[in-house]
């Protein structure tokens, strides 16, 4: 199936005057996105993903790469060419109390989004505004509140019903979950699960939690620092990880080195379980691994992605219960 | 330490910046008026001229009035200086705890009588209030003397500091401004999660809470406040008949001596910029968050 | 081990002032807590976990705040001298070994309050009980009980550096030492709390700590005065998976070192029973069970409840987190639907009713008629359900 | 001091949202009433000192009736040359009321307008428009105007412009720190990435919803500094003149007889200043507390 969203290696880095040292939010990125299929990025606060994010919407420039949505190249396009391709993509932000204008009612915010692409007035509005109103769940009487008085898991529902009105192809999550319960998390995901099936948009779903991304998403990438260590399938990421991060990520009591400071080869090598177990090998502290396919549509960025089963990657996957 | 060095220096360029801006400011707005400037060489060597008088502080003799300027402006601007920092230093000693005791008892038994007073202070025309207090004085108590000593019997100046200080304390907007901020500053501030926390760990909540909740605010108005606080002792020089700088200004208005209104200009100029100075610095030193 | 603190029904109201009505945050809570053991609270935001641990501390100003019950702490006899010479000589409560005092914190609350049914009006002197139980707790609050509050990133102080807080708060709890000791001794809690770069930590501002090395920060804080009951609210959320297994183990190594008592307050019950020795789940800010952490997670299978003894609402809490296996296997979330509605005070029926699966046929009505009691199902495991009423 | 809950019975309607005139605890009701009605009086006197109805006419001398004590004739008594102090009041507001309102118009379209650039493009434009505004800052207001006056010896309008202008640099500031506070909220970043055009953003997000409620405080405030610095010039002697009646030369003109035991003829025009300070301040700072929203436990 053809991709909506392709990045091409994208850069971005980031100058901090004072302590006069580069950050590396983006390191040659390439990702795609299928159609109606959900992408997962993974990986620890600080590694670049929400930069990412911004970036494939163009809210953020990036130094240099290509990013195509629909066979269009966005990165040539001048910012009054893109505002009407901006119906496609939109974004669910992660502080959600902070996405909406304080001061207006939630009718309001979504009179505005629905508004926005077509002209509809009056009763075919309000009718409009109930159904999105339904879709998401929440209850006929939010339209007069204010944004300041509504519940976490309400906001992020309003948040996405204010998306959906827009009728996107193709939805940013940065990371929607952390801040709210449990049993919210999981009505949030369901829903977006059943906008996906009704829909068929595709979607971005930036977390730091393998367990919810390899609930929601086909492909996973996981990140680290700037960089994608491992890009594979649902199924593959948890079965057979290639790179030892992944397995960190997945069951994090198996590790306790977290020393991490930057230097040439392998970015993840200081706190990298096989390196310390293979005897700190040289080609890992010299040379920087390619993202590289070793399996069919499985990509890993590590020297001994080859002989990961040999290595006993999978055994760290314990029981963390 | 390093920060504030490079903050003054970066504050002492921006107020040269600015001086020079005013007084071409003032230049401008003299040319526009007919052939009043007498200047021979027209144009910027004449500016520069008058730069180069401003900065080196001789200020040389009046056209109009043929006074040297020099001697009447320093003892003037030495009285209106004790009044403004007197009138500012009464002005915080009042509102700070009226603004603390409203914001820590909320706005229930005992605070609103204060809060009602300082709304009242602070709307009373300073005018009226110096005649007011002068009446008072002088009809019941007589102890303070009304009329500032002038020429030989020198008295004691200080006693005479008193009145016109009390009424520009008192009288000056500024009152309700700095209670109000506080109380509503203060009030945020208490609610917050980090002085929650320090509660928690048994400190106080005020000194926790001191940073944020007052001094900001505090420094932020006052030194903002002081071209208005010069103003309002223009006034009360006029009701005190009080030989400052004001005083000094609204003759020369009366008898049109521009030299001297720009000399004045200058050194109110030089004051303001000299306490946006210290605010840069305290705003620094309290908040050490670089935006 | 011998009893370190009780919470007996507690109530704690507040009045909206929008509609001119009450809202009952917490209604009878009470717990025991064993010295040296570890008490999970779990439940949803907004169902008053955070108010109790809140009025525990004597940190709620809200009007009208706490109306009733007693909180019964073992404080050592010099903090305490305030309450014993007050008027109410006979508050505290003595246990069973060596019958040591467990004082009444709240004593002379109702002193203060008063009220009547049929209005149902509340009156209390809010201003003269705040002041007094501030005096009271002035000795008990940092020295004796801390509190980890919820999100690290706005419990530090943005205006003072790292270092200089906690030197002020070990400087208040040893008044005799000397500044440079203060300062090896804060070198040193941030050692204990894994910051491997003490220095460099201490000259920093809270705005530059990561979210993870803000809260061991506060953790440190809070420990630095080794208090007997440490209360955690919320310690993990807002933190990566990575993290909140450090904290978490950080909390157990911590506890187990310094034979402090610990309140862990979630939302994630899957977090609190890997660490808890008993657990007490909270609905609508009513205790809805509360037992041992085995029979609250599996719930036993006894002969009476062949499916195993569950509140329907812890069920679906446990269920609701997938597990490693389950999320192998692609299964669907099992979500609870509807949401926490906001507790008035003159509903009568079980606050769980809408969201219960159970409440079917002849049970919804006894679960509309009045709320159900804590029933002991099994030794020591209350649920307060009717499916449980023998 | 005991405090009474108590529970009306209400319909069992669950709303939740805050009107307005919910949100506003007593002592913001009690300011901005007083606010209004000072507002309202103010707008009276106008109406009736440009009609000319009620009024006798101020300026006539009667020198039979001089020093009266308020009477039902005359409502406040006369002064020194037999003239009714309550149409000079009345007649007094003619002389700030417009001025005053050219002087808020020019600080809040500017201040709005330079608030906003300089919010927005904070680098560029940001240094260049507050150097200027700075400079116009730094000069202490009186005698900016004193020295307009020596130039240009204007009317009370052109006195009231550069008032106006003297206050940009205020209302710009807080105006740029209004859209600051928005722009690191993500609000106007969710805005763009839904595709609302740039201008849109900035008209309806900024300025109708954030930044209004600013603008109308500033407004009051600024009228009551206009009023008293308009009253100061007068009394200084410098503003409005003699025989047409201003509160500031009233007071100026009644301060002569206040050794005379006559404290009355300065005290009610002061009363008056006053009582309408006090009043647009209260209304500022009441507003002010409705629209920063608390945050409600």
């Known amino acids: 199936m053809e991709a909506i969203v392709e990045a091409h290696n994208l850069f971005k880095y980031f100058y901090k005057r004072k302590q006069r040292t580069v950050i590396r939010a983006c390191d040659n990125i390439s990702l795609s996105i299928p159609k109606g299929k959900t992408l997962g990025l993974v990986g620890e606060s600080g590694c670049g993903k929400t930069t990412v994010g911004r970036m494939l919407i163009k809210v953020l420039e990036p130094d240099s790469g290509t990013i195509v949505f629909n066979k269009m190249d966005l990165t040539k396009l001048r910012e009054s060419q893109i505002r009407p391709l901006r119906q496609y993509f939109q974004m669910i932000f992660q502080d959600s109390k902070s996405a909406f204008n304080p001061s207006m009612r939630v009718y309001d915010t979504l009179k505005e989004s629905v508004r926005l692409y077509g002209d509809i007035k009056g009763k075919e509005l309000r009718n409009e505004i109930l159904y999105y109103l339904s879709r998401v769940n929440l209850h006929r009487e939010m339209l007069t509140h204010f944004v300041g008085n509504l519940s976490g898991g309400e906001l992020k529902r309003l948040e996405i019903a204010r998306v959906l009105a827009v009728h996107p192809e193709f939805i940013i999550a940065d990371e929607p979950l952390p801040l709210l319960d449990m049993s919210i998390q999981s009505q949030i995901v369901n829903l977006l699960l059943q906008v996906q099936m009704e829909e068929n948009t595709s979607f971005l779903f930036i977390s730091h939690d393998l367990r919810m991304v390899r609930m929601l998403s086909h492909m996973v990438a996981v990140m680290y620092s700037g960089k994608i260590v491992e890009l594979a399938s649902k199924a593959l990421i948890t079965e057979n990880p290639l790179h030892p991060y992944t397995a960190y990520l997945w069951s994090p009591k198996s590790q306790d080195f977290y020393v991490r400071f930057f230097e040439s080869g392998c970015i993840y090598k200081n706190s990298c379980r096989l390196f310390h177990k293979k005897g700190f090998p040289l080609v890992c502290s010299e040379r920087q691994p390619a993202l590289l396919e070793y399996e069919k549509g499985h990509f890993a960025a590590c020297h001994f992605a080859h002989q990961a089963e040999r290595a006993g990657v999978r055994k760290w996957i314990t029981e963390v219960f | 330490m390093m920060r504030f060095v490079r903050i003054f220096f970066k504050e002492v360029f921006n107020m040269a910046l600015l001086i020079v801006g005013v007084t071409a400011l003032l230049y401008l707005l003299f040319n526009l008026m007919p052939g009043f400037f007498p200047g021979k060489g027209q144009g910027v060597i004449e500016y520069l001229r008058l730069l180069k008088k401003l900065f080196t502080f001789q200020f040389g003799t009046s056209i109009i009035s043929g006074r040297d300027i020099n001697s009447i402006v320093f003892p003037a601007f030495r009285n209106t200086l004790i009044l403004t920092i007197g009138s500012i230093f009464l002005s915080i000693l009042i509102s700070v705890p009226i603004g603390i005791f409203s914001a820590y008892r909320g706005f229930k038994t005992y605070s609103w009588p204060l809060v009602i007073f300082s709304y009242i202070m602070s709307s009373i025309p300073v005018f009226y209030f110096g005649y007011l207090v002068l009446y008072v004085i002088s009809r019941y108590t007589g102890f303070l003397p009304i009329y500032y000593p002038q020429g030989v019997e020198r008295g004691n100046p200080v006693v005479s500091y008193v009145l016109p200080i009390l009424v520009l304390g008192f009288g000056n907007e500024s009152i309700s401004e700095i209670v109000r901020l506080i109380a509503n500053e203060l009030e945020r501030v208490m609610h917050t999660d980090y002085v929650i926390a320090s509660k928690a760990m048994g400190e106080s909540v005020l000194w926790s809470s001191v940073n944020e909740g007052i001094m900001i605010p505090l420094v932020s108005i006052v030194f903002s406040k002081i071209p208005f606080i010069i103003g309002g002792a223009v006034i009360v020089e006029h009701v005190f008949n009080w030989p400052g700088m004001g005083r000094l200004a609204f003759q020369a208005t009366l008898d049109r001596d521009l030299p001297v209104l720009i000399v004045i200009a200058f050194l109110a100029v030089l004051c303001v910029r000299v306490g946006m100075i210290l605010k840069e610095i305290l705003l620094s030193y309290i908040n050490p968050i670089e935006k | ?390 | 001091m005991k405090r009474f809950y108590f529970e009306k019975e209400k319909p069992n309607i669950e709303y939740f949202h805050v009107p307005l005139s919910k949100r506003a605890s007593v002592r913001d009701v009690v300011s901005i009433g007083f606010g209004l009605f000072v507002v309202s009086y103010l707008f009276v006197f106008f109406g009736i000192s440009v009609t000319g109805t009620f009024i006798k006419d101020p300026m006539e001398v009667n020198i039979g009736a001089m020093f009266l004590s308020p009477s039902l004739e005359h409502l406040f008594g006369t002064d020194f040359l037999g003239r009714d102090i309550f149409s000079r009041i009345v007649k007094g507001t003619e002389a700030f009321f417009i001025p005053g309102l050219i002087s808020i118009s020019v600080s809040t379209t500017f201040g709005l307008l330079f608030g906003i650039i300089s919010g927005f493009y904070p680098k560029y434009f940001a240094k260049i428009i507050f150097f200027f505004l700075n400079i116009i800052d730094s000069i202490p207001r009186i005698i900016f105007i004193l020295i307009i006056i020596v130039l240009f010896n204007p009317s009370i309008y052109l006195i009231m412009t550069f008032v106006g202008i003297s206050s940009i640099p205020k209302i710009a500031s807080y105006i740029k720190s209004k859209v600051e506070v928005l722009k690191n909220q993500h609000s106007i970043e969710a805005a763009r990435a839904l595709g609302l055009s740039q201008w849109a953003i900035i008209f309806k997000h900024i300025i109708w919803l954030s930044t209004k409620p600013v603008l109308i405080i500033r407004a009051t405030l600024g009228m009551g500094e206009s009023i008293l610095i308009e009253t100061s010039l007068s009394y200084l002697g410098i503003g409005v003149q003699e025989p047409t009646p201003s509160w500031g030369n009233m007071v100026a003109m009644g301060k002569d007889f206040f050794f005379q035991g006559k404290i009355w003829l300065s005290t009610i025009p002061a009363g008056v200043i006053l009582f309408t300070i006090m009043g647009l301040y209260l209304l500022g700072d009441g507003l002010n507390s409705i629209y920063n929203e608390k945050v409600s436990r």
């Open chain 3, 1 to 390: 081990m011998s009893r370190l603190a009780e919470l007996k029904d507690l109530k704690v109201y507040f009045y909206d002032q929008r509609d001119k009505r009450f809202i009952r945050a917490v209604e009878n809570v009470g717990f025991a807590i064993e010295e040296g053991s570890v008490l999970g609270v779990v439940g949803e935001s907004g169902c008053g976990k955070t108010v109790t641990a809140l009025a525990t501390m004597g940190l709620i100003e809200a009007e009208p705040g706490i109306i009733g019950g007693r909180f019964f702490f073992k404080a050592p006899q010099e903090d305490v001298k305030l309450i014993e010479d007050y008027l109410f000589r006979n508050t505290w409560m003595t246990t069973g070994e060596n019958s040591t005092r467990l004082y009444n914190l709240f004593c002379g609350l109702d002193q203060y309050v008063n009220f009547e049914e049929n209005p149902f009006t509340i009156i209390k002197d809010s201003e003269k009980w705040l002041r007094r139980s501030n005096r009271i707790m002035e000795h008990i609050r940092g020295k004796n009980i801390s509190m980890i509050f919820q999100n690290p990133g706005r419990s530090l102080n943005p205006f003072i550096t790292v270092g200089h807080q906690l030197e002020r708060t070990i400087g208040r709890f040893n008044p005799d030492r000397s500044s440079h000791e203060i300062h090896e001794m804060a070198a040193q809690w941030l050692r204990s709390v894994r910051l491997y770069r003490p220095e460099t930590v201490m000259s920093m501002y809270p705005r530059s700590l990561s979210v993870g090395m803000a809260q061991r920060v506060i953790i440190a804080i809070a420990l630095c005065s080794n208090p007997r009951l440490l209360i955690a609210d919320e310690p993990t959320i807002g933190l990566d998976t990575t993290n909140i297994y450090k904290i978490i183990e950080l909390l157990e190594t911590l506890r187990a070192e310094m034979n402090l008592t610990l309140v862990l307050i979630s939302h994630n019950i899957r977090i609190v029973s890997t660490i808890a020795n008993d657990i007490i789940v909270m609905y609508a800010g009513i205790v809805v069970e509360c037992g041992v952490r085995k029979d609250v997670i599996r719930g036993r299978f006894g002969a009476k409840h062949p499916y195993g003894a569950k509140h329907p609402y812890t069920e679906a809490l446990v269920s609701s987190i997938p597990s490693d296996s389950d999320i192998r296997k692609g299964k669907k979330l099992k979500e609870i639907p509807g949401s926490v509605r906001n507790n008035k005070r003159e509903m009568n029926c079980c606050p769980f009713l809408e969201r219960c699966s159970y409440a079917v046929g002849k049970i919804r009505k006894l679960c509309e008629s009045h709320c159900p009691e804590l029933v002991e199902v099994s030794p020591q495991h209350f649920v307060r359900c009717y499916l449980y009423y023998s």
